[in-house]
C-alpha cells in the first residue's frame, strides 16, 4: 500500500520527517510542515556536493524558522545528518565533482545525479520508521525545475509503493510543491509566514550550485547563472511583480 499527499489540505498524520537541504524548497516545506504535523524532525544529507555551504545554511534556515514561525516553534524536532559522501563519488556529477554545468548526451543537465532523491528516501524513509514519524515531506516538484526525472510525480508514486512493501507499512511520501511554479512556492512561503519567514529565505536559504554567498540578489545570495539560481530568480521576480 502506498499513499501520496500533495495537496495543502491538512492530513490526520501528527509526525513528519522533512528531507531539508537548507534551500528554498526545503525550506518552504519545512514551513508548510510545522503548520500541519505537531512534530516535525529534519533530515541533511551529505553526499559530497561541491555547494556544502548548504550543510551550513541549513542550521541557519533551522534556526531561524523558530523565529519566523514562533507559533509552531515547540513543533521543531530533532535534525540527523546522513553521510553519503560515498554515493556521491558514485554518482559524479557536476554537483560532486569539477565539471561544466550543461546539458549531456541523455537530454539530462550534467548536474543530475543519478538517483539522489531516490536515495534520500530510502534513508529518510528507514529514519522515520526507527524514529516513529509518519509522513516524509519532500521539495520534489516537476512544474519549475531542472529535468531531474527523480523529481516526477511518477518517481514519488513508484518510491512510495516500493518503501511501503520494503517496509512492510503504508510510506507516505508527501511533495506539497510538486504542482507549483517557483513563484507560487515564494507565494506559499508569503501565506504561512508572511515577510518575516520570506526573509529567512532570502538570506538565509541557499540555492547556488557555485556555493556562491558573496552576491547578494533581491531574491537572496548566488552566483546568478547557474540554473539554480536562475530559477529561483525567476520565480522571486515574478512573484514580487504581482504583490
Known amino acids: 500500500m502506498s499513499v501520496i499527499l500533495e495537496k495543502t489540505s491538512p492530513t490526520a498524520s501528527k509526525t513528519a520527517l522533512v528531507l531539508f537541504s537548507g534551500g528554498q524548497d526545503s525550506a518552504t516545506c519545512l514551513a508548510w510542515a510545522l503548520e500541519r504535523f505537531e512534530r516535525v524532525e529534519t533530515v541533511g544529507f551529505d553526499y559530497g556536493q561541491r555547494h556544502l555551504v548548504?550543510?551550513?545554511?541549513?542550521?541557519?534556515?533551522?534556526?531561524?524558522?523558530?523565529?519566523?514561525?514562533?507559533q509552531w516553534a515547540d513543533r521543531l524536532g530533532d535534525d540527523h545528518v546522513v553521510d553519503l559522501t560515498g554515493y556521491g563519488r558514485i554518482a559524479e556529477s557536476?554537483?560532486?565533482?569539477?565539471?561544466?554545468?550543461?546539458?549531456?548526451?541523455?537530454?539530462?543537465?550534467?548536474?543530475?545525479?543519478?538517483?539522489?532523491?531516490?536515495?534520500?528516501?530510502?534513508a529518510a524513509a528507514a529514519l522515520a520508521d526507527r524514529r516513529?514519524?509518519?509522513?516524509?515531506?519532500?521539495?520534489?516538484?516537476?512544474?519549475?525545475?531542472?529535468?531531474?526525472?527523480?523529481?516526477?510525480?511518477?518517481?514519488?508514486?513508484?518510491?512510495?509503493?516500493?518503501l511501503s512493501l520494503g517496509l512492510d507499512k503504508p510510506v507516505v511520501i508527501d511533495t506539497p510543491l510538486m504542482w507549483l511554479t517557483k513563484a507560487q512556492t515564494w507565494d506559499l512561503a508569503d501565506r504561512i509566514g508572511g515577510d518575516r519567514l520570506v526573509d529567512l529565505i532570502i538570506?538565509?536559504?541557499?540555492?547556488?550550485?557555485?556555493?556562491?554567498?558573496?552576491?547578494?540578489?533581491?531574491?537572496?545570495?548566488?552566483?546568478?547563472?547557474?540554473?539554480?539560481?536562475?530559477?529561483?530568480?525567476?520565480?522571486?521576480?515574478?512573484?514580487?511583480?504581482?504583490r
Not at 115 to 122: D, E
Not at 136 to 155: A, F, I, K, Q
Not at 214 to 230: F, I, K, L
Open 54 to 70: 548548504e550543510m551550513q545554511a541549513r542550521q541557519a534556515v533551522r534556526d531561524g524558522m523558530k523565529t519566523a514561525l514562533p
Open 94 to 122: 557536476a554537483l560532486t565533482a569539477d565539471r561544466k554545468i550543461e546539458m549531456g548526451a541523455r537530454g539530462l543537465p550534467t548536474t543530475f545525479v543519478p538517483g539522489r532523491n531516490l536515495i534520500f528516501l530510502v
Open 132 to 162: 516513529g514519524l509518519e509522513v516524509l515531506v519532500g521539495g520534489m516538484c516537476e512544474t519549475d525545475y531542472s529535468g531531474y526525472p527523480d523529481c516526477r510525480h511518477e518517481t514519488m508514486e513508484a518510491m512510495a509503493q516500493a
Open 203 to 242: 538570506e538565509d536559504s541557499h540555492t547556488c550550485y557555485q556555493g556562491d554567498r558573496t552576491h547578494r540578489h533581491a531574491w537572496g545570495y548566488g552566483c546568478g547563472s547557474c540554473p539554480a539560481c536562475e530559477l529561483r530568480a525567476a520565480g522571486y521576480d515574478e512573484w514580487a511583480s504581482g
